[in-house]
């Protein structure tokens, strides 16, 4: 009797082992994409866990976790759903949630119903988790120009606050370009916007739209994102529109001293840093945002795409990520994007 009891008990053992195996495997690895739907995928990491949103068209999500691979299994929470009849019910876009000056703020694009009215908008909370206290919208953060403005993203250099978008020239959609301006806090920028660039190059010019809304070609640049490494900075961004497999990654390289608004000192890469591949097969990446690991050695990129061609800009986009490297030059090295069937290990604890 002892002895079926001891032949149990190891075998409860050995499947218990087995169990907890899998489940430690299951932590170390990972393969994309990582979550089933999640347009224009930005995280934080703050005091330990990563704080990571997407596109929801009418509410803002947040999810909290330690490990960006397991966002399925994430805490997650909604902090906000689009008013309706203003002026930001609608078409809510590319949410990025940052903790600055010991405060979180959300900034994110919407509109009334029509593209047009585009706008850039910003919510505030003074709770150090942003998964509590309260949300307090405070408005439109606009440059003095104040046009249609899409993806804000938000950074410091040099103890300056700067923001970063994609917006019209002018009033009437055809062309989106990347505009900088200097931020007087987090809730208002700083006088007006500068160009800093522009679709020139043939990688960016993919915007044919075939329907009785839009103009008959849209050429875009954007999606624009802060990086740094050493004494280098750089903004990646996203070419041709998101609705075609041709939707990249383009790169601009700050060379000048100190002044970001310097439009000239700004130098675009000649070919796309990340691009569709069909041996991936892995169409339109774009969108990206970045992140380090856990352990503050790996730098990665968040980016979405499509798991086939002609899948547009629609639910089918799904969240991806991959380790970058850094060339001699200090440059970022993306590759091509990492097949569904690449088996990666998880960020670096």
Known sequence: MKRKKSILKQTLLLM???????????????????????????????DGYYYYTHTMQDRLVLLKSKNLADLKNAEKKTIWIAPKNTDYSAEIWAPEFHFINNKWYVYFAADNGSNNTHRMYVLENASKNPMEGEWVFKGKIAAETDKWAIDGNVFTYKKQLYMI???????????????????????????????????????????????????????????????????????VFSASGCWTDN?????????????????????????????????????????????K?????????????????????????????????????????????????????????
């Not at 915007?207 to 900075?233: M, T």
């Not at 700004?266 to 892995?282: A, E, R, T």
């Not at 990665?300 to 499509?306: E, G, K, M, T, V």
């Not at 086939?308 to 380790?323: A, H």
Request: proline share 8%; with cysteine.
């Open 16 to 46: 218990l082992f087995g169990i907890t195996g899998n489940i430690a495997s299951a932590q170390q690895t990972f393969s994309n994409p990582i979550l089933d739907y999640g347009p224009d995928p930005y995280s934080t990491y703050h």
């Open 165 to 235: 978008w994609s917006g019209w020239e002018g009033d009437t959609n055809g062309q989106q370009n990347i505009y900088i301006a200097k931020m007087k806090s987090p809730t208002q920028i700083d006088g007006d916007r500068v160009r800093i660039s522009s679709p020139s190059n043939p990688w960016e010019l993919f915007g044919a739209l075939h329907d009785d809304v839009n103009p008959p070609q849209v050429n875009v640049n954007e999606g624009p994102q802060f990086l740094s490494h050493k004494n280098k900075v750089f903004i």
């Open 247 to 291: 939707y990249s990654l383009g790169l601009l390289t700050f060379t000048g001293k100190d002044n970001l608004l310097d439009a000239s000192a700004w130098v675009k890469s000649d070919k796309p840093i990340l691009c569709q591949s069909d041996k991936s097969k892995v169409y339109a990446p774009g969108h990206n945002s970045f992140f």
């Open 293 to 349: 690991s856990p352990n503050g050695k790996e730098d990665w990129i968040l980016y979405h795409a499509n798991s086939n061609p002609g899948e547009g800009c629609g639910e089918k986009r799904s969240p991806r990520m991959q380790q970058i490297k850094w060339d001699k030059s200090g440059n970022p090295v993306i590759g091509d994007p990492m097949s569904e069937e690449a088996v990666l290990a998880i960020p670096a604890m």
